[in-house]
DNA sequence: TAGATTGTTAATCGATTAACAATC
DNA sequence: TAGATTGTTAATCGATTAACAATC
């Protein structure tokens, strides 16, 4: 059956997940799954996976479950991961160069292909043998490499300040790790990774545990 | 009015973006500030925030909107933030190490007491002069220190046993990097901080993007 | 007082789950 | 064939939003 709704944002967030549980798969040599089986292992239900992936076409079969191989491949293609994508990232703190040093990229659809900072002490130095670049050098790579997604490791500070710089580069995805929500314009994505955040939520219920509410 | 309803999960996790931004007003001066006025700064409604509030309690004024100071340290209650939560630290590659080195931890209600890898050769060495332990001492420390929260940056090899090894340690609540999706017992809380996950939702956007789909 | 904004209810919207015919 | 599991529909559940009386 032909599906034309368009998928909601949450369906698209659990993709990568069933991807990355179905390489884990192929690598354990299995072949075939179930919506059941790999429901089981990221603690989905089984009809959310045959749901999710209704909204994209139909890639199972009855009595049997799901090719592993195939079924990885059609979900790679839906996210665009057959392509490799170059990413840029700002900010060389702490965390900044622990990203820059992260060997997965390459494995995962991206490539590092700039750095930067704005403080000049750094501009010139290298992480990993990759070169720190100005800020001000943002938008020539980003033109010259047609970057589209850019990775934000700044103080609060000043993230807003880059992520305009980032859109006025042409940058149209942004995954920040500064602890602020910036605007964007609309067409241009800016996701949150926000450690501090979740340990707080979590506290909450620690907090709630400790004096004995459940 | 009074509230029965238990607050929902996703009501928690705003909770600290909440904190946050009233931590910034006050920073800037502000005093008060309508639902209105914090929503647009956080990209949420009005009518969430103030739903989301009245879970907990009745803090505004009519007419007037919310004293930021008071509000906040109401949220800072709620999130059991009166108090400072040990933490450990389980992984020590490079993402770990620029965890260690996180000068944050402590003015956000956090404190890291211990800082563990299994390597042999890592262990002894230090992080910003706190030594890394064997992951056989995690029992240990925590129940020494009271310690109910961890945050695991291992690899996913790795991380279902660490995450046994501090289950049975007495954690109760674990912020994982690692990228796989670990089974722990009722009433222990894991969260996943996932960077790739979360490029690879926004390259399913770009893509379609770039294909003139919208 | 008049204007503004809260807290709360009811309406809406959207996501998850259950169930089952289709079919491998 | 009999058993298993999909894809899809309808029912359920839960979260967001709109609206407004209460009130500062």
Same mark, same amino acid.
């Given at each position: ?37 790999l ?12 749901k999710?992936?209704?909204y ?14 195939? &079924? ?5 293609h ?8 170059? %990413? %840029? ?10 990203? *820059? ?13 700039g750095?930067?900072? #704005? #403080? ?6 290298s ?5 720190? &670049? ?9 033109q010259?490499?047609?970057v589209?997604?850019?990775?934000m490791?700044?103080? *609060?500070?000043c ?6 710089? &980032?859109?006025?580069?042409? %940058? ?6 500064a602890?602020?929500?910036?605007? *964007? ?8 990774? #926000?450690?501090? *955040?979740? &340990? ?15």
């Amino acid at each position: 059956m032909e599906r034309l709704d368009t998928p909601p944002d949450v369906v698209i967030r659990r993709l990568p997940l069933y991807a990355r549980s179905l390489r884990y798969l192929l690598q354990e040599g299995v072949h075939s799954v179930s919506s059941q089986e790999l429901g089981e292992r990221i603690n989905v239900t089984a009809a959310q996976i045959r749901k999710d992936l209704s909204y994209f076409g139909e890639f199972g079969k009855q009595g049997i479950g799901y090719d592993v191989q195939k &079924l990885l491949s059609h979900i790679e293609h839906i996210l665009g991961l057959t392509q490799e994508w170059p %990413i %840029i990232l700002v900010g060389t703190g702490h965390l900044g160069q622990a990203i *820059a040093r992260y060997e997965g990229f390459r494995s995962r659809g991206l490539r590092l292909v700039g750095l930067f900072d #704005d #403080d000049p002490a750094k501009v010139g130095q290298s992480v990993d043998s990759m070169l720190i &670049l100005s800020n001000e050098e943002i938008s020539r790579v980003v033109q010259e490499q047609g970057v589209k997604l850019a990775i934000m490791a700044v103080p *609060a500070s000043c993230a807003q300040d880059v992520t305009d710089l &980032l859109v006025a580069a042409g %940058i149209r995805a942004i995954l920040s790790y500064a602890p602020i929500i910036v605007q *964007a314009p609309e067409g241009v994505w800016v996701r949150y990774i #926000d450690p501090i *955040a979740v &340990l707080h939520s979590m506290t909450y219920y620690l907090a709630r545990y400790e004096s004995n509410l459940f």
